[in-house]
């Protein structure tokens, strides 16, 4: 369980490393496109190694023309879960907001993040690959793989070169030793061009900034549960926290 755990809080870490890799990853053929500001909602679905549904979440991602950009997360198995990232070019912070404990986790951009983050993104070439329309919006399908010793990690991606190559569609299988663990799979809602809601990238005020583990442990110690992660969260998160929490 605390390792599950760990790893929903390790994906919050990484935010700008996944939106930006999405759109600006070199390798294939790739053709440039301009950044578009928008915000769009999607539903992510968590399927087991038996192809059964185990867990729904949604969220809104939100970008601005300088390719800030703000993860909102609305519903956990259609619960309200609401929690964020916002990573801010601007101001060189990625912050992570959980409202139940009123804490925030601030942390450094590097610079390859910054730069990531401003650069022009690229898609496919329209050439090559599968096409299809989502939402009104023509996207072209990317693969890509990854291999961690013995898992391995097989993506699909479907990105609309129109909305700056925004991911509208996408799915991750993990097998470990050729044998699948799980899916998991992020589908576009809606999606909204121009400015997004200013109110998506605001940090609250009289939060409290907390490491990773104490922001954990606030949490449990509010919904009046235990923190059985909490330790390993000391052990792994705190570290790149304590790494990248120097301004």
Known sequence: MWKRLLSSFMALLGVAAVVYTVVTRPGHAQVPATRVAC???????????????????TYILAIRADGSSATVHLTRDDRPDRWETVSNLAEGTQVTVEPVGESTTTYALTEAERRMMSSTPTCPALSGGAKTTLLGYPVVLDHDQHVFGAKEIKEERWLAPSLGCLCLKRSYETLVGGTPEGKTTE???????????????????????????????????VLGRSCPSCDGAREVLDRVYDSRHAF
């Open 39 to 57: 915000s769009a909602t999607f539903i992510r679905r968590y399927y087991d190694a038996s192809g059964d549904l185990r867990r729904t979440s």
């Open 187 to 221: 589908t576009a809602l809606s999606v909204t061009v121009g400015t997004p809601d200013r109110s998506l990238f605001e940090i609250p005020t009289g939060y409290t900034e907390r490491s990773p583990s104490e922001a954990m442990a606030e949490r449990a110690r």
